[in-house]
């Protein structure tokens, strides 16, 4: 099992490149799990984790869901009561 990093670290990344490098991996993730070695695969997750963890920090409105994909979203836009909110306000 290794345990290099690989690459800038997340906090350290402007904006742009951490948006860019999120995309990346996810681009590169399927590749990684199939085709990679474990050691490639552990770095490949570590790295992921890290720059997803920075994004949701630096970017918590991107990252949240679009209410039309929540339970409470699908119930309000359709009338439905939603437990804790009041939809007839």
Known sequence: MTTDTQGIPAADLPDDDLRREVAHLHETRHEAMLNGTEDAFEVHTRR??????????????????????????????????????????
């Open 48 to 89: 992921m984790l890290e720059l997803e963890q920075e994004f949701l920090r630096r970017f918590p409105s991107d990252s949240a869901p679009d209410p039309a994909r929540t339970r409470a979203g699908s119930r309000e836009s359709a009338g439905q009561e939603v437990p804790g909110r009041d939809v007839s306000a």
